[in-house]
């Protein structure tokens, strides 16, 4: 996700702990998921964190 100010910059989109949750959350239930690129996103801990307790439940067959 890019986000350009007015004058034309690019800015930082930065996700806190319920937005990294969810992100983790919604990414380990699409089963057919073939990429995700998110450029100049700051992430939270959460995601991970969301994404590690969820794996073995996850829809997802293969990471890499």
């Known amino acids: 996700t ?3 100010t007015d004058s034309g910059h690019n800015e930082r989109l930065i996700l ?3 937005a990294s949750e969810q992100l983790g959350k919604a990414v380990c239930t699409m089963p057919h998921i073939r990429s995700l690129t998110m450029k100049d ?3 939270d801990d959460t ?3 969301t994404m590690s ?3 073995p439940s996850s829809k997802v067959n293969y990471m890499y």
């Open 2 to 4: 890019d986000r350009t």
């Open 16 to 18: 806190g702990p319920v």
């Open 41 to 43: 996103v700051e992430l």
């Open 47 to 49: 995601l991970f964190t």
């Open 53 to 55: 307790s969820l794996a």
